[in-house]
Nanobody, 114 residues
């Protein structure tokens, strides 16, 4: 049974940083492509960053230069380091794992506000 659990969200001031974590269970983490998505109120879910099983990464334009995605296979955990946060980064952030099918976590809320 694959499960994804996000953590690390919270309230942060503009310009601040947060590190999100996505802990995976189910035994397929090292073979899976992973990604972070976000959904702001009234908007569609969008890709923030993705990482392949081999470590290749890509970022949404809004994340380039500010966010870093990385993974630790020994811990079956994926991370998103977010720096220089802006109010428009406010959203629920979701973790996705892809291996034959897509699996989603329940999300963690990030609020950027002064």
């Amino acid at each position: 049974q694959v499960q994804l659990v996000e953590s690390g969200g919270g309230l942060v001031q503009p310009g601040g940083s947060l590190r999100l974590s996505c802990a995976a269970s189910g035994g397929i983490f090292s073979r899976s492509a992973m990604g972070w998505y976000r959904q702001a109120p009234g908007k569609e879910r969008e890709l923030v960053a993705a990482i392949t099983s081999g470590g290749g990464v890509n970022y949404a334009d809004s994340a380039k230069g500010r966010f870093t995605i990385f993974r630790d296979s020994a811990k079956s955990t994926m991370y998103l380091q977010m720096n220089s946060l802006k109010p428009e980064d406010t959203a629920v952030y979701y973790c996705k794992m892809s291996y034959g099918m897509d699996y989603w976590g329940k999300g963690t809320l990030v609020t950027v506000s002064s």
